[in-house]
């Protein structure tokens, strides 16, 4: 369309690029801290230009937080949490796309309350279930009274115990149990036309095989989608593992990043190490950013098909 | 609908299992303890737990510092929502014109979204920080003038200001989805009736913008009661004398470091009823209003 | 006056030229026709015209005006889009009036222009509802309607009757011959219908990829296509086509290995040995004794069309169609003679396509373009 607007356009861009400054402004002002020894962080007025410790506080930053274990803790985690959801959200959505059974709708809608809910709001009896993960089967047996009935018929004392605080299983199954992947490969198999399960019908494939040969290949866009944001989500996760490890081998990338300055606001006496702490700021969000500017096209329509 | 299905199942029953299994031990079960322990309480020295009814959601509800958090957390919700989605709509409707930049501008725009609450809060907090950081200049000229650590205001601002950050990205997203979802022969035909661009985002981008602004605001309302979390910790810790005192962080300061169970889970399941009721409100107001065939 | 000037229009997308060099004067007043198959440039260069897209080298002007830099609104052009393009939150009455509203009509007397249109094209009752409440044919008529409210120099339709069922279409068509007879604007109307441009143009313009194959009356086109392509694209049933060579010493064209046809000496002459595609109407050919046509052919089936038939032939490796009005009876196979009368047999150059028939009448055509 031919638009004569220069002053409009000119406007335009000034508009773009302030929102753009405003949104980079404060990671600029973590890159100069971490870039800056400790006395010019805290120098007053602040030194605006970047110093040239950049790459000393890194390290420093790395070795002090033992960024190696909690990183690779992390990527198990956000891998843990990626591979999970897929698996699971497109078994679940098969099962209900492709069926024609009564439970259907009752198994959607109890997928879909999982959506409204999501892990903050439930942070207490899901801690205590992840004390104990059978103990839900532990006092169903209680209450139907069969621990009873077995260990009068054998003798033997039924107590499932499966502790899952400070272990990889912990970090990544209550993440795992929300519906954001089953909504976003439900709305995709729904697209898939009748005639292409008629005919693999007719070619003689079952469910299991056209699930494997003909609905996974063509749900691949959509995977790469769930992935990335999956991944994002599983790499800043701060406080389910705030609360279930206390061992640091297996603190994650997030809480640690919060450990490096001390809680209480500190005006005098014990300095905080900004500069270090900024580096380390700069050393969690690194990873997460790298995946959605090199994924983004994923990104977005994962996003825009998970919510809408 | 559909009309092809597999006749098997067995099958299907199979597929479902593994969520169904893991919602239920950490969904539902928990939600159902919860319940369970909002209406209960622990007796002291063991002993196990009595059925006190309302009890707990009583004592709650006249708790002065309960209805303080609800205060704090109602106005964050709307100052972040009000903040992030005006500065995100603006950008999205320039950015829309697809001017020369536009893919550096809209991947600029979007990377905000990955960055972790923690990653925000601690930036932020070294940049507001009274005492080192770009805010202590202000104290330096106007001495005392700027202090989170001590006043409760100060410290809400700085809270706003990173939360609202944190969520720009997302409704930016949501917005230049919308607005290139605006069929392009309704641009060329208003151009030709002869409305210039901002009339045209006036008259027409606008108003059919309306779904996405109430889904939006539904979405940035409850993800503010509860991605507000990350921030609050590593930023003021509810403080100071819990001015930051958010309704996620006190559960979390109640339950696991106050240890009453019972007083957490009944704000749970308050702030469980809260969501609920702004989710609902989004999926029956959201499919109502969409405007284009 | 708004005559419209196109002038060497080229249109380029990235290295890709999808219109070249297209020269055209629509008078004031006249109902133009562009018609060619999708692909062919037809809403490109109507967009241009429009404004809606930029002219990548050329001119075009509207009454004497260069408009290449042109906002779209300031060029004076009404335009119906293929979808209507209605906007969906506004009524009727705001879609129709939306034009004056921008140009800052008061509110009295937009709704009083608007009511006046819409009764013109039979809204009245529908002022208050939205598009989406609308039949088809009805959003049309709002987006005929939002045009005309505007008085404008000059009326442009993109294919506007595609998304109509058959009936409708029909309706339509002749609903928009009633308004330009009444209006008397400048109209362009884009289709790949042909049907449509025969019923609806003063003149037609037909493109084949990017470029202007000929322009002319209906009639004329119909009578003297001035290429293979124009004469295969227009007329229903297709035209037949021969190829054959010209035999000089005979004045007659053989047609494969057994058909001939007479032409006059004087022109056989000047063609001899040159390679020809025949052009044959289904309508003037006449089925005889085999043998005492040009062609023979065997007969494979007939489709009844109800005021007549469409009989089908073999001839070689072709099949030729004949329409009657009579009704015969056929053997499968059975050979059937095919006549053709010289004045209606179209002769086209065997390699290039370019029409040959040197009988053209004595209006000739100055803004004819002939694709190369």
């Known amino acids: ?308 | 609908m559909r009309r092809a299905y597999f006749k098997n199942n067995w099958v299907a029953a199979l597929v479902v299992a593994p969520q169904l299994l893991i919602i239920f031990v950490f969904f539902y079960w928990p939600t159902g303890q919860a319940l369970y322990w909002a209406f209960t309480l622990e007796q002291p020295f063991g002993g196990g737990s009595e059925w006190v009814g309302f009890e707990n959601f009583q004592y709650l509800l006249s708790d002065g510092r309960y209805w303080d958090s609800v205060w704090i957390s109602t106005v964050y919700a709307l100052a972040t929502t009000v903040l992030a989605m005006g500065m995100a709509m603006i950008l999205a409707l320039f950015a829309d014109r697809q001017l020369r930049g536009y893919q550096s501008f809209r991947i600029g725009l979007i990377w905000p979204y990955a960055v972790a609450a923690p990653a925000i809060g601690l930036a932020f907090r070294f940049i507001f920080n009274p005492s080192a950081g770009v805010a202590s200049y202000l104290n330096y000229a106007f001495p005392d003038v700027w202090n989170p650590v001590m006043n409760g205001n100060h410290a809400l601002t700085m809270v706003i200001i990173a939360g609202a950050w944190k969520q720009v990205s997302y409704s930016f997203i949501f917005f230049l989805a919308g607005l290139q979802s605006i069929p392009r022969s309704l641009t060329e035909a208003s151009a030709i009736d002869g409305a210039r661009v901002m009339r045209r985002m006036w008259d027409i981008q606008l108003p059919l913008l309306t779904p996405t602004v109430f889904f939006l605001v539904i979405i940035n309302i409850t993800d503010s009661f509860t991605d507000s979390f990350g921030i609050v910790s590593t930023m003021t810790a509810g403080g100071p004398a819990r001015a930051t005192n958010l309704m996620v962080y006190k559960i979390y300061e109640d339950g696991f470091r106050g240890l009453d169970y019972s007083g957490a889970a009944a704000q749970s399941i308050i702030l469980m009823f809260l969501v609920i009721a702004l989710t609902f409100f989004q999926f029956k107001y959201v499919e109502r209003r969409v405007h284009y065939t | 006056m708004a005559e419209i000037s196109i002038r060497d229009v080229r249109k380029t997308y990235g290295k890709d030229e999808v219109v070249h060099g297209v020269n055209l004067e629509i008078r004031n007043g006249e109902f133009v026709v562009i018609l060619g198959p999708s692909g062919c440039g037809k809403s490109t260069l109507l967009r241009m015209i429009a404004g809606l897209e930029a002219i990548s080298s050329g001119d075009i002007a509207i009454a004497g005006k260069v408009v290449n830099d042109l906002e779209p609104r300031e060029r004076g052009c009404a335009m119906v889009f293929q979808n209507y393009a209605l906007y969906p939150h506004m009524t009727v009455s705001g879609n129709i009036g939306y034009a004056l509203k921008v140009a800052g009509m008061k509110r009295g007397a937009r709704e009083a222009k608007v009511a006046e249109v819409a009764k013109s094209v039979g809204l009245s009752e529908f002022l208050d509802r939205k598009p989406g409440q609308l039949s088809g044919g009805q959003r049309q008529r709002v987006a005929m309607a939002r045009a005309i409210i505007r008085e404008p120099e000059v009326f442009l339709f993109d294919e506007p009757l595609s998304n109509l069922d058959a009936k409708l279409r029909v309706q339509m068509r002749h609903e928009i011959r009633r308004i330009h007879n009444r209006i008397g604007a400048t109209s362009v109307f884009v289709t790949h219908d042909q049907h449509e441009g025969m019923t609806l143009a003063d003149r037609m313009v037909i493109m084949n990829k990017g470029t202007i194959e000929q322009i002319g009356t209906p009639e004329e086109i119909y009578d003297h296509p001035a290429s293979v392509y124009v004469a295969g694209f227009i007329g229903s049933p297709a035209m037949n086509f021969l190829s054959g060579t010209v035999r000089g010493a005979e004045a007659a064209i053989r047609l494969g290995n057994e058909g001939r046809i007479d032409i006059a000496s004087g022109r056989a002459r000047a063609l001899d040995g040159r390679l020809v595609q025949i052009g044959l109407r289904p309508e003037n050919l006449t089925m005889v004794a085999p043998g005492a046509g040009a062609v023979t052919g065997q007969f494979e089936f007939a489709e009844e069309l109800g005021s007549g038939r469409l009989y089908h032939f073999q001839f070689e490796d072709l099949t030729l169609t004949v329409v009657s009005a009579h009704k015969h009876r056929f053997a499968l196979g059975q050979a059937v003679g095919l006549a053709m009368d010289p004045a209606h047999v179209h002769i086209f150059d065997g390699t290039s396509g370019t029409r040959l028939d040197a009988l053209e009448p004595a209006r000739v055509q100055t803004s004819l373009q002939v694709a190369q």
Do not use: C
Request: proline share 6%; net charge neutral.
């Open chain 1, 1 to 308: 369309m031919i638009e004569r607007t220069p002053v409009l356009n000119f406007v335009t861009h000034a508009i773009l690029f302030t929102g753009l400054a405003i949104l980079v402004l404060p990671i600029y002002l973590v890159v100069v801290a971490a870039s800056q020894t400790l006395p010019d962080v805290m120098a007053i007025p602040a030194k605006l230009l970047p110093g040239d410790q950049l790459i000393v506080n890194l390290k420093a930053a790395w070795i002090q937080a033992e960024f190696a274990t909690k990183f690779q803790n992390t990527i198990i985690l956000a891998t843990g949490v990626v591979v999970g959801k897929i698996v699971l959200a497109a078994l679940t959505a098969f099962g209900i796309v492709f069926f024609n059974h009564r439970l259907r709708m009752p198994i959607f809608w109890m997928v879909f309350i999982t959506l409204m809910l999501p892990l903050e709001v439930r942070i207490v009896p899901t801690y205590a279930v992840a004390a104990n993960a059978l103990s839900p089967f532990q006092t169903i047996l209680d209450v139907t009274g069969l621990v009873w009935l077995i260990n009068v018929t054998t003798g033997v004392e039924v107590a499932l115990n499966w502790n899952l605080l400070n272990s990889y299983t912990g970090l990544i199954m209550p993440l795992v149990a929300t519906a954001t992947g089953t909504f976003l490969y439900r709305q995709f198999f729904l697209t898939i036309p009748d005639e292409l399960v008629e005919a693999a019908k007719m070619d003689g494939a079952g469910p299991l095989r056209f699930l494997r040969d003909i609905l996974i290949p063509l749900s691949t866009t959509n995977m790469a989608a769930l992935a990335t944001i999956m991944f994002v989500v599983g790499w800043n996760q701060y406080l389910w593992p705030l609360l279930i490890i206390t061992d640091p081998a297996y603190g994650v990338a997030a809480v640690e990043l919060s450990r490096m300055v001390p809680d209480s606001n500190t005006t005098g006496g014990d300095v905080p190490n900004w500069h270090f702490a900024m580096a380390g700021t700069l050393i969690v969000m690194l990873p997460p950013v790298v995946v959605v500017i090199l994924m983004q096209r994923w990104f977005v329509r994962g996003l825009i098909n998970t919510d809408k």
